[in-house]
């Protein structure tokens, strides 16, 4: 009897290598990247009481109303499955009074996967993954011009191509409110032309029109009110200051006046970053600043920005590199069951050189097994027969120039050793 198969969930994905190990590279430059900014790496649960998400992302929300992995457990708590990092990030902030136990900066970053019930396509998935950054307790402009700067290094760090940085400001609570009100009257005025989603959320959230994708709203909202008009005195002042201090870093960026952030409490100034090779209406990175939410979730009344960079997005325009790094650079390859000691102590003496080494233990003959040495891409094959184990010797294979001689352990390594550069492989 066949064993019945099974298949990931709709909208979820395995990692496989070799594309987990681009995804480990692009992480490792996160950390050291992020570090530069004075970041540092937290890791919170993936999921959470229900309630932090209503309230840290908002009831309003696409995100909260359709999209959240919602659950009772075992004991009856309602919990939900991180569809975002920033809710999580200010809770733990604020249960472990980081703000009274640790020094500034109170800069964080995360690396991890998040949840959303949407309707898979290309780029939108059920469970993806999040790098993301969230600055607390800093207000100046500068600091937000740094976060921007921070995004758009890191994309360009990893090699995106045809980067390009949004920026909208969408005021503060004071003078969103008449905005909102111009909004709200001009959409009623063309309620007709706008699109079912749009004329239900047009009075409860107008400013969430602006970023529809219907081809209709499209067309109705290049005649929309601008928040440039509303802005009060603080909120312009920040603006132009945050576009100064990108002109001094060097960030270009073309102003959006109709960019709006989908979580409620995003405020002033709002980005987001495309690349080529992305689908015209997806971001890879989008962030703001949400002054009022470390507040709203018990916390001090700090300020905070941060931004979120999709990994399957990314991963998707980045391009492929040239040359794909061989995942193992030495097989070990014993011809007789007697010889399988000797290969497991010589592939952790390698290992020990910092050389990815495997040991193919289940015994063949030499033909096969340079087959599979070759299948796997490794440099070198150390084979040990009857003879080479009577004296104490392997048999090193050269697979690129497919030479072979047989050498005392120790001179092996250093022939290894002198082939592969290890100063090359340490970087
Ligand atoms: P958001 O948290 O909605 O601001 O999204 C930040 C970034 O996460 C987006 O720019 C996307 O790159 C990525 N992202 C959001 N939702 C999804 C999804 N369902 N599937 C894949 N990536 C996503």
């Given at each position: 009897m066949t064993g019945k198969t099974y298949q990931a969930p709709r909208g979820t994905s395995d990692l496989l290598p070799p594309a987990s190990e681009r995804w480990a590279r692009v992480e490792a430059t996160t950390r050291t990247l992020f570090r530069l900014y004075g970041f540092q790496e937290i890791r919170t649960p993936?999921?959470?009481?229900r309630e932090l998400f209503d309230r840290g992302i908002g009831e309003m929300t696409d995100i909260v109303e359709k999209q959240m992995y919602v659950f009772q457990d075992r004991g009856g708590d309602w919990l939900a499955l991180?569809?975002?990092?920033t809710a999580s990030v200010l809770r733990a902030f604020v249960e472990h009074h980081l703000d009274q136990t640790m020094p500034p900066p109170y800069r964080y970053f995360y690396i991890g996967p998040m949840f959303r019930h949407e309707r898979p396509q290309r780029g939108r998935y059920r469970q993806f993954h999040q790098i993301g950054v969230e600055a607390l307790g800093e207000s100046a402009p500068e600091v937000d011009a740094e976060v921007i700067a921070l995004g758009w290094e890191f994309l360009r760090h990893v090699g995106a191509r045809g980067i390009q940085v949004e920026l909208n400001s969408i005021g503060c609570p004071t003078c969103r409110l008449p905005y909102q009100g111009a909004l709200r009257a001009y959409w009623q005025a063309h309620a007709d032309k706008l699109c079912p989603d749009c004329r239900r959320r047009m009075?409860?959230?107008?400013?969430r029109v602006l970023d529809c994708k219907n081809e209709a709203c499209q067309a109705v909202l290049q005649g929309a009110p601008v928040i440039d008009d509303y802005w009060c005195n603080p909120c312009r002042t920040h603006f132009e200051a945050v576009r100064s201090a990108l002109a001094a870093l060097d960030v270009p960026y073309v102003r959006n006046a109709r960019l709006v952030r989908?979580?409620?409490?995003?405020?002033?100034t709002a980005f987001e970053m495309t690349t080529e090779g992305?689908?015209?209406?997806?971001?890879v990175l989008g962030g703001g600043r949400y002054d009022g939410l470390l507040r709203a979730l018990g916390g001090p009344d700090w300020p905070g920005i941060g931004f979120a960079i999709g990994m399957e997005r990314l991963m998707d325009v980045l391009p492929e590199t040239a040359e794909p790094v061989p995942a193992l650079a030495v097989m070990f390859l014993p011809l007789t069951e007697a010889a399988r000691g000797a290969a497991l102590q010589g592939v952790q003496t390698v290992r020990r050189l910092g050389i990815p080494t495997w040991a193919?233990?289940?015994?063949?003959?030499v033909k096969s097994g340079l087959r599979s040495a070759y299948r796997a891409g490794v440099r070198f094959v150390v084979i040990i027969g009857e003879d080479e184990l009577r004296a104490g010797q392997w048999t090193l294979r050269d697979m690129s120039a497919s030479r072979q001689e047989t050498l005392s352990p120790k001179e092996a390594v250093e022939a290894i050793r002198r082939a592969l550069g290890l100063d090359a492989l340490e970087t």
């Open positions: 993936i999921f959470e009481a991180r569809p975002e990092g009075d409860r959230n107008p400013l989908g979580l409620d409490y995003y405020m002033r992305l689908g015209a209406q997806n971001a193919r233990m289940d015994v063949g003959s």
